[in-house]
């Protein structure tokens, strides 16, 4: 049975431009993305303003793109689907009045997307480079982005029980900080991956906030601790973008400290949460789902309570157009559609408890 047959989707809800065609909300057409990456590294993070003038800039070659991998036109497209939130406003408004203007020209229905649900759709994505099981009903989810850590329970497709969020920062939110405390580029996330894999000693430990029996995360604490840490060891100078006083080796065991701790909890409470619900696969997704040791860790102990843990590939972990392609795909099939008036939903909440 066809599931929304060919969607083009279009994803600006923060920093990278994105479009991809998608099939069935399943096999991926073309995927292209055009990060901003390096050009707010240069600032130590997003300027809002300068990121939805480079999606301007970059939407319409990342959507040239897109037909060319795929080598199909209009007459092939069954929807338009777009994210309408939650993100930074100017970023979304510049893909949804794109993705308007796309299907009122050519005739095509609008499907807005949760971006969060993009992330967890994200796992229904086949992939060509391996094989990939699809989610089994019911699962524990677990997305940790920039923006966003919560653990949600799917007990059907589109149905969503919040579990717990974050109390403060998002995962990603706490890396790329504790990556600037350390002195690392911006993103923090990926660099402090990088600097723990070198780690050797492994001799710092830094606190978890476990919150007694609760779902819910903390990282503002760890942050502080790191802080505390890295202010003492480098002599109450501290570290900025740019050169660290901490030494190569040092940075990596410091990272790697924080890192453990992170992925700690992160695990604990998903398995936790996936037992309680008796899920029967367990879920990972959001651009910190690109992390190896969360990857890892999660994978092993998913599989030692015997359930297999489906997380997408790295690149289809981080915003792309691809995630808003498979939950469009339901959306679309349960009829959901917008109209000319769609607008930027910033905060919009995947669920409620
Ligand atoms: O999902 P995403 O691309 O954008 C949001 O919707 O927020 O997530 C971006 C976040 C950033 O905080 C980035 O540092 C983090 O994901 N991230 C990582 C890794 N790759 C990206 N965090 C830890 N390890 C990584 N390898
Ligand atoms: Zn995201």
New binding site residues.
């Given amino acids: 049975m066809t599931r929304g047959g060919l969607i083009l989707a279009v994803e600006s809800s923060?920093d990278e431009t994105g479009i991809a065609l998608v099939e069935d909300g399943r096999r991926i057409h073309s995927n292209v993305v055009a990060s901003q990456v390096a050009m707010h590294a240069a600032a130590g993070g997003i300027v809002p303003e300068v990121a939805a003038r480079a999606h301007l800039r970059w939407i319409v070659p990342v959507l040239d793109e897109a037909w060319a991998e795929a080598g199909v036109g209009w007459d092939d497209i069954s929807a338009v689907a777009v994210t309408e939130g939650p993100g930074l406003a100017g970023s979304l408004l510049v893909g949804i009045n794109f993705a308007k203007t796309l299907a009122y020209v050519h005739g095509k229905p609008l499907v807005p997307v949760n971006?969060l649900e993009g992330?967890l759709y994200a796992a229904w994505l086949a992939d060509e480079a391996r094989e990939v099981p699809e989610p089994i009903f019911p699962l524990v989810a677990l997305i940790v982005?920039?923006?966003h850590t919560f653990l949600v329970e799917m007990r059907d497709h589109l149905q969503y029980k919040l579990l717990g969020e974050t109390v403060d920062d998002a995962a990603?939110?706490a890396?790329?900080k504790v990556g600037r405390l350390l002195g690392l580029p911006y993103?923090?996330?990926?660099e402090?991956?990088r600097a723990a894999a070198g780690a050797t000693r492994h001799d710092v430990v830094f606190p978890r906030a476990w919150l007694r029996d609760s779902f819910d995360f903390s990282f503002s604490g760890l942050k502080t601790a790191a802080r505390r840490t890295i202010a003492t060891e480098t002599g109450g100078q501290g570290t900025s973008t740019g050169e660290s006083p901490l030494g190569e080796d040092r940075v990596a065991e410091l990272a790697a400290g924080f890192q453990d701790s992170v992925v700690d909890v992160l695990v604990t409470k998903t398995i936790r949460a996936a037992r309680a619900a008796g899920a029967r696969s367990v879920v990972l997704g959001?651009?910190?789902a690109?992390?190896r040791v969360l990857r890892d860790r999660l994978a092993a102990a998913a599989e030692a309570a015997g359930m297999p843990l489906v997380v997408p590939r790295p690149a289809l972990c981080?915003?792309n157009g691809a995630m808003i392609g498979a939950a469009a795909a339901r959306r679309f099939e349960a009829g959901a559609r917008a109209g000319l008036d769609l607008d930027a939903k910033p905060s919009l909440p995947l669920a409620r408890r």
């Avoid at 993103?187 to 990926?190: F, K, L, S, V, Y």
Wanted: aromatic fraction near 4%.
């Fill in positions: 923060c971006h992330h982005s920039g923006g990603g939110e890396f790329d993103p923090g996330g990926p402090i991956m959001g651009g910190v690109a992390n981080t915003d």
